[in-house]
């Protein structure tokens, strides 16, 4: 069973940092993709980042040149920088890992429970 845990989330005050981190662990072979999701209250879920094995990176708009997206292949674990946090990043983050299970050597996409980051002054 593949179970990913988030931590990291918080409240901050607007201009400050955070680091999120996901952590993947169960009967994994291999991860693919990992990223990094938000939903904030009435709204979608969207993409924040995503880290191919490879380490090739994609940000969504509003937040390039703010958030860094990081992987540790060997820990299946990957981390959100946030810097220069504002009031409209206020949103539960999720992570999201391609798992391929060591013993079926299946693909599924897995999820993490989310972690709230608030930014309020």
């Known amino acids: 069973q593949v179970r990913l845990v988030e931590s990291g989330g918080g409240l901050v005050q607007p201009g400050g940092s955070l680091r999120l981190s996901c952590a993947a662990s169960g009967n994994i072979f291999s991860v693919d993709a990992m990223g990094w999701y938000r939903q904030a209250p009435g709204k979608q879920r969207e993409l924040v980042a995503t880290?191919?094995?490879?380490?090739?990176?994609n940000y969504a708009d509003s937040v390039k040149g703010r958030f860094t997206i990081s992987r540790d292949n060997a820990k299946n674990m990957v981390y959100l920088q946030i810097n220069g946090l504002k009031p409209e990043d206020t949103a539960v983050y999720y992570c999201n890992m391609g798992i391929t299970d060591w013993a079926t050597r299946s693909t599924t996409n897995y999820w993490g429970q989310g972690t709230q980051v608030t930014v309020s002054s």
């Open positions: 880290i191919v094995s490879g380490g090739a990176t």
